[in-house]
């Protein structure tokens, strides 16, 4: 007998997968398009490819092709492409190291991408691969640049921006974290520069609306998304600077406190600070301060424990509510990027204000009752946030704040001083980038078609002479300009509108912009007439399952929902949101610790593919927890699953070498047919954990416990050919649900026992009359009506009934869109999800 030799199968299959192009599919109107089947569209965010694919690689797209297989043997169509997210820091971080160019070591790392794909066995449709590096692609890229253009949602503007000093770069605000880089970690400074934005706070509220219409999304991740966007409702109320004429226009969330303004401070960032101060005795200590703000962090401004400092002004502006007069200051807890730059003062109602007036000796004006131990730190119970009734309010005395908050509002407008406004904390999306390796922005200066003023024209370049192909350059480093400035043949162009000397755009798209629709083009890659096919976008889109990284949650996830309205609104697709479910898998420590090349404790998966084989490590990734959650590496854990394997190996080949009857399961009895009810309950159970979450850990512990039941009774079994039946049912079905893990195996040993392909069978139906009696049917309700009943464990939670409830294609046709008010359970019986 030959023991288990997963590099002799895993060759052979992934060599007929190869030569049969096993899981490409035909788009609707190509040959082999199947119109029978409902499509699924399986999806794991496409790699950064840099140097070779690491644990988390192997992680993602393990689970990824988990689920393509689980779908597909569910009858359904499943597209399931492939793709390298190729512009980038890193290539370029390197060629200037090292020389090598950012094209070279990229495409190196591709192949070194692809061959190990490969070699894990995933069921990759690679007639739709790409690169988003390609000019076949960028120039799409670029394509969507331009009617962002037209229609207004791209825009050059000179604005406050975040400036990384060791990348040389601008970053857009979701690309800073806690005051730092997030790709490098100094700390960014902030500059004014003139750079080129995407309208996405436009699509604000339609980001925050739309959350209804996913299906199912992490919660927290939705939260992330909320936060970021952070919109609050309030007022815009205008306090007047009467000697220089000027309007200080300010957001607040709180006109309830307006009576108890007593200061008013701009943020050192604010453009009219200049005219306030200019010729005034506080003009050189106000330049100071404003220069020694410039060097600090974001993340030290906003530190809410540090010490208030700040510079007053000289100026006072009026309060709209009392006529009173206030002193203005500048301090750098105001930030330019909340509202507008300005706020008024509340130090009786506000900790931040409360402070500053501390520090600075400024009255604290009680205007609204009441105290809280956990925000008082005076005996007059000062500061206070909370709510009751108002004092020192003139004509609101009295009422509670809650209430007089729309009268305050309604009375301002009347004044004309003030309305009511909603702020957002979102910032347009700042998509220019001053290097080298990403795809160029397609536009022109000319100086020919320019205004009076003298400023050249931005001419866009039209579509037909796409792409504006990125030139090769010699000196990858960034002066503070794009690298591409010093291609002088290159820079210095024709104009398409007048003919004219014109000068290219030498700054180069954020390469978020580049996977923020390449799930898009997978749908018709090749297509070198349009970006895409309306028919096939409109066939494919939405994703039905998204699979990647928490990481991504403000990044990349928020960016692609922006631009699929905008490409929705240019009426270019039909979907309002790119990703219909979305799953999120937890990260791979080792000995408790986050893996990094400079710790030394990284985990290469070839290393353990070429030791254990794929379907090992595959295994082994899904099994370690959670998928969602993390895990922690464990070489005796990849030891385990291994043996797991060979024990399924050698059951089959035994079994595979005894004479067997016909199974009959009704006839059985016995241990024979205790092993066909594990048999049955290890397919229930695994297709459960399937639909509920994807619980992969437990799914494949189940295929673990059958094949230790067949272990403990087939030597009782093998004396008869019904009892050798029974043996070979149970090693069958270990395999053919043990598929979408480890496939080789999988295949291998199903064409042994059973002939054929496995992934060609429907997947295995559980027979309720073989499953132990501890399961009942599960009665589930929307609104009150029966729309389903489901095979549920007896004894399973609460939460567990819930998850199964929900997971009902039947009950979801009726949670479409809907939001739930109430979920009532009663174990044993039933689900009722109220909703509206
Ligand atoms: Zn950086
Ligand atoms: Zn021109």
């Known amino acids: 007998m030959a023991g288990y030799d997963p590099k002799a199968i895993e060759a052979k299959w992934q060599r007929l997968w190869a030569d049969e192009k096993t899981w490409e599919v035909a788009n609707p109107g190509q040959p082999g ?190 939260t992330m998304q909320r936060n970021w966007i952070g919109r609050s409702e309030g007022a815009e109320v205008t306090f007047r600077c009467a000697e220089l004429d000027l309007d200080f226009p300010v957001f607040t969330t709180r006109p309830d406190t307006l009576f108890g303004a007593t200061f008013f401070v701009l943020a050192p960032e604010h453009p009219e600070l ?48 009392n006529g009173e007069q206030i002193p203005m200051f500048v301090a750098d807890y105001v930030l330019m990027e909340y509202g507008t730059g300005a706020i008024m003062a509340v130090p009786a109602h506000d900790s931040r204000d409360y402070e500053f007036a501390k520090a600075f000796g400024l009255p604290v ?42 009268e305050i509002v309604a009375w301002l407008a009347g004044e004309g001083r003030g309305e009511s406004a909603v702020n957002y904390r979102l910032r347009d999306w700042l998509v220019s980038r001053q290097r080298y ?120 996830l928020m960016y692609a929902r922006f631009l699929t309205k905008a490409l929705a609104d240019l009426d270019t697709l039909t979907v309002q949101e790119p990703f219909a479910n979305l799953f999120t898998q937890g990260m791979i420590t080792r000995d408790g610790a986050k893996m990094s090349k400079s710790k030394g404790n990284t985990v290469s998966p070839a290393e353990y593919v070429e030791r254990y084989g794929a379907d090992t490590a595959r295994t082994y990734v899904c099994f370690m927890g959670p998928p969602e959650r993390g895990g922690d590496w464990s070489d005796e854990g990849v030891e385990g699953v291994n043996r797991f394997l060979s024990r399924l190996w050698r059951l089959c080949e035994e079994v595979g070498e005894r004479v067997a009857d016909e199974l009959d399961p009704g006839a059985s009895d016995g241990e024979a047919r205790e092993l066909l009810a594990k048999a049955h309950w290890a397919i229930d159970k695994v297709t459960r954990d399937f639909q509920r979450g994807f619980q992969f ?30 043996v070979r049912f149970a090693a069958a079905t270990a395999a053919s649900l043990i598929f979408p893990f480890a496939p080789h195996l999988a295949a291998e040993v199903w064409e042994r026992l059973e002939g054929g392909r496995v992934w060609e069978r429907p997947w295995p139906v559980a027979d309720p009359e073989l499953l132990a009696s501890d399961t009942f049917a599960l009665v589930v309700q929307v609104n009150g009506k029966l729309r389903d009943r489901i095979e549920a464990p007896a004894e399973a939670p609460e939460a567990d009934l819930l998850a199964l409830a929900r997971a009902s294609e039947k009950v979801q046709r009726h949670l479409d869109g809907k939001q739930t008010v109430k979920e009532i359970v009663v174990p044993g019986k039933l689900v009722n999800l109220v909703v509206r």
């Open 274 to 321: 200049d005219r306030l101060i200019a010729g005034t005795p506080a003009e050189a200590e106000v330049r100071e301060y404003v220069n020694r703000v410039a060097r600090e962090s974001a993340e030290e401004r906003g530190d809410e424990d540090r010490e208030k400092t700040g510079v007053p002004l000289g100026r006072s502006v009026v309060n709209p509510v």
């Open 365 to 406: 004006k009680r205007v609204i009752e009441g105290s809280d131990p956990e925000t008082a730190r005076d005996e007059d119970g000062l500061p206070y946030p909370g709510d009751g009734p108002m004092t020192a309010s003139g004509r609101f005395d009295g009422k509670h704040n809650r209430e007089a908050y729309e």
């Open 697 to 726: 850990n437990t799914a494949i512990s189940a295929v673990m416990e059958l094949v230790n039941e067949a272990y403990r009774l087939k030597d009782g079994l093998y004396g008869d050919p019904a009892g050798v039946a029974a």
């Open 33 to 222: 398009f199947d119109g029978s089947k409902p499509k699924s569209y399986v999806l794991e965010m496409l790699p950064y490819p840099s140097g070779e694919p690491h644990v988390g690689h192997l992680k993602c797209y393990a689970v990824g092709d988990a689920i393509a297989h689980f779908r597909r043997r569910h009858g359904f169509e499943v597209i399931h492409p492939m793709g390298y997210d190729a512009f980038g820091l890193p290539a370029e971080n390197n060629a200037i190291k090292t020389g090598e160019p950012p094209r070279a070591a990229t495409e190196h790392s591709i192949d070194s991408f692809r061959r190990q794909f490969r070699e894990w066995g995933i069921s990759i449709d690679w007639s739709r691969e790409l690169g988003t590096h390609t000019p076949e692609y960028y120039r799409w890229t670029q394509w969507i640049f331009l009617r962002l253009l037209e229609r207004g949602l791209a825009y050059r503007e000179e604005a406050p921006v975040q400036w990384c000093p060791k990348d040389a770069t601008v970053l857009a605000n979701e690309q800073v974290v806690d005051g730092r880089c997030e790709r490098c970690g100094t700390p960014v400074q902030q500059r004014r520069l003139e750079q080129w934005f995407f309208r996405i706070t436009e699509y604000a509220d339609r980001l925050l609306a739309d959350f209804d219409l996913l299906e199912s999304w992490p919660e927290h991740v939705v």
């Open 437 to 556: 390796w990403g795809a160029p922005i397609p536009v022109v200066y000319c100086a020919q078609c320019g205004g009076e003023d003298g400023a050249p024209a931005i001419v866009p370049v039209p579509a037909e002479q796409l792409p504006v192909e990125l030139p090769e350059i010699d000196d990858y480093a960034p002066q503070g300009r794009s690298p591409l400035a010093a291609a002088e043949d290159w820079v210095a162009t024709e104009c398409p509108r007048c003919g004219g000397p014109a000068r290219r755009e030498t700054d180069t798209m954020d390469t978020f912009v580049d996977s923020s629709w390449y799930f898009i083009r997978y749908l018709d890659p090749r297509n070198d007439a349009a970006a895409w096919d309306r028919a096939a976008a409109d066939h494919w889109l939405p994703v039905d399952q998204y699979i990647g990284g928490v990481e991504h949650a403000i990044l990349h």
